[in-house]
Antibody
């Protein structure tokens, strides 16, 4: 059974860097796009970006200047860094698996991490 | 960005009812659309992909249809565990975008 387990700091001050990691258990690391999505009551679900096993990325243009994704294929981990956070980055962040198949659905999700940005 | 607009934003229904949710894309997304169900405090769960394909393990009372810009999710014979919020999402182009959600509430 595929599981995505994520972790990272849940409370940040403005201007700090958000850092989250997601470990993938029970499935292949190849053939997928490893994705981060966040959710806020106000903006709903927002796609942050994706990375594949070889490190190729696609980012949301609205966040691209602040986002870095990386992958550790040898340990089936992938990570998100978002720099210079503000209160607007307060959200629940999910790591997600997206198969490289037609229509690219998000088929497995991590448990979510609430990240709060507050001084 | 492609805008995804769901309607209604909420619907009240009873167990056994049939509920239909629509999702409209601001441009042609072929059939690159998925539907998700989310319950409070949980991650979204994939129900339908490629507009009409039922994800493994999802009950057959869930069905999806549409192509291009107009899509529907139908839940037949609504069950107590189906009261939740439903989202559509396009994967035709970057950035991927979601609808604002439709909350299915108990009447």
């Amino acid at each position: 059974q595929v599981q995505l387990q994520q972790w990272g700091a849940g409370l940040l001050k403005p201007s700090e860097t958000l850092s989250l990691t997601c470990a993938v258990y029970g499935g292949s690391f190849s053939g997928y796009y490893w994705t981060w999505i966040r959710q806020t009551p106000g903006k709903g679900l927002e796609w942050i970006g994706e990375i594949n096993r070889s490190g190729s990325t696609n980012y949301n243009p609205s966040l691209k200047s602040r986002v870095t994704m990386s992958v550790d294929a040898s340990n089936n981990h992938f990570s998100l860094k978002l720099k210079s956070v503000t209160a607007a980055d307060t959200a629940v962040y999910f790591c997600v698996r997206v198969p490289a198949v037609t229509a690219r659905p998000c088929d497995y999700w991590g448990q979510g991490t609430l990240v709060t940005v507050s001084s | 960005d492609i805008q995804m607009t769901q309607s209604p934003s909420s619907v009240s229904a009873s167990v056994g009812d049939r509920v239909t949710i629509t999702c409209r894309a601001s441009q042609d997304i072929r059939t690159w659309l998925a539907w998700y169900q989310q319950k409070p405090g949980k991650a979204p769960k994939l129900l339908i992909y490629a507009a009409s394909h039922l994800q493994s393990g999802v009950p057959s009372r869930f069905s999806g249809s549409g192509s291009g810009t107009d899509f529907t999710l139908t839940v037949s014979n609504l069950q107590p565990e189906d009261f939740a919020t439903y989202y559509c999402q396009q994967a035709d182009s970057f950035p991927r975008t979601f609808g604002q959600g439709t909350k299915v509430e108990i009447k």
